[in-house]
């Protein structure tokens, strides 16, 4: 994974994948506690330990002892309790924003004063998390996206205002695996559920639906699905790597009257653009809804 050289303040609007400090960071002895390792909880346990981690520094809390031991060892971490959270440099709550009211309170008494609480979940904010941890400083949000567990992830990094740079560092480092971390402020985060929380749905979606008809076509599914995974692939590493814009990327396909045209055309008519704006629309609306706003 690639490195920026360029270092940015916390207020800064700038993204970035890891800093050299961040990549350097000797995490074999911070110890963690997830508190909910579902989808986005499991990601990010994939993703700190891809960051070093060590697995038994990794303690895993569920609903109970037995989805506990499930979770450590799908994700070759180790169970744990609530009483783990009383020796942990961060406690990473990754519970479903439905469960965070009666889940949050419950760490108030076991969190060490310096302690990072890192919160993945949606629908909450800054706010409401600071009073439910009885006014907790060291408070920092990440919304990621579930690409995150294999190191290609998008996630957006809130820190309170009153969280200390040795937190906002951690949480970084934490991180540092998980692929592209964006400094944007928490009004932004609608927004960002939109363009990346929720956009592996509606990218999953494209796929399904071209492998299908790639099926439908005559090539068989086995076939079609490494076709247009490859494809859809190649042409995301392809923008990145040129830092060539879409629409020129894509009139470099286009022939006048070929294949690629009469294509395009058809996504065109069909409301492609008109549903992929309203897609990501409705999700920022929902997460809008989801805090309270």
């Given at each position: 994974?690639?490195?920026?050289?360029?270092?940015?303040?916390?207020?800064?609007?700038?993204?970035?994948?890891?800093?050299?400090?961040?990549?350097?960071?000797?995490?074999?002895?911070?110890?963690?506690?997830?508190?909910?390792?579902g989808n986005m909880g499991g990601a990010f346990v994939t993703a700190a330990l891809a960051a070093g981690i060590?697995?038994?520094n990794l303690r895993i809390v569920n609903s109970s002892e037995e989805s506990s031991r499930r979770a450590a060892?799908?994700?070759?971490?180790?169970?744990?309790?609530?009483?783990?959270?009383?020796?942990?440099?961060?406690?990473?709550?990754?519970?479903?924003?439905?469960?965070?009211?009666a889940v949050v309170p419950s760490l108030r008494e076991h969190l060490r004063e310096d302690a990072?609480?890192?919160?993945?979940?949606?629908g909450t904010t800054l706010a409401a998390l600071g009073e439910l941890l009885g006014g907790h400083r060291e408070?920092?949000?990440?919304?990621?996206?579930?690409p995150m567990s294999v190191g290609e992830g998008v996630t957006?990094?809130?820190?309170?205002?009153?969280?200390?740079?040795?937190?906002?560092?951690?949480?970084?480092?934490?991180?540092?695996?998980?692929?592209?971390?964006?400094?944007?402020?928490?009004?932004?985060?609608?927004?960002?559920?939109?363009?990346?929380?929720?956009?592996?749905?509606?990218?999953?979606?494209?796929?399904?639906?071209?492998?299908d008809e790639a099926v439908r076509q005559g090539i068989p599914r086995p076939e079609a699905t490494r076709i247009v995974l490859q494809t859809v692939k190649g042409s995301a590493v392809l923008l990145q790597e040129t830092g060539e814009h879409p629409a020129v990327a894509r009139s470099q396909v286009m022939s006048p009257g070929?294949?690629?045209?009469?294509?395009?055309?058809?996504?065109?008519?069909?409301?492609?653009?008109?549903?992929?704006?309203?897609?990501m629309d409705a999700a920022a609306s929902r997460s809008r809804t989801m805090s309270g706003e």
């Open positions: 994974m690639s490195t920026h050289e360029s270092t940015s303040t916390r207020e800064s609007t700038s993204s970035q994948q890891t800093t050299p400090e961040d990549a350097l960071a000797d995490l074999s002895s911070t110890t963690v506690v997830v508190v909910g390792a060590a697995p038994e060892e799908d994700l070759d971490a180790t169970p744990g309790t609530l009483a783990d959270v009383d020796d942990a440099d961060a406690v990473v709550i990754g519970v479903k924003p439905y469960q965070l009211d990072l609480v890192l919160c993945v979940a949606a408070l920092v949000r990440a919304m990621p996206n579930t957006q990094l809130m820190p309170s205002p009153e969280a200390g740079e040795a937190s906002v560092g951690l949480a970084r480092a934490l991180l540092s695996a998980s692929g592209l971390v964006v400094d944007l402020p928490e009004d932004k985060g609608h927004a960002l559920i939109g363009a990346a929380g929720s956009a592996p749905a509606f990218v999953f979606t494209m796929i399904d639906a071209m492998i070929g294949t690629t045209a009469e294509g395009v055309a058809a996504l065109e008519r069909g409301g492609i653009r008109a549903a992929l704006a309203g897609a």
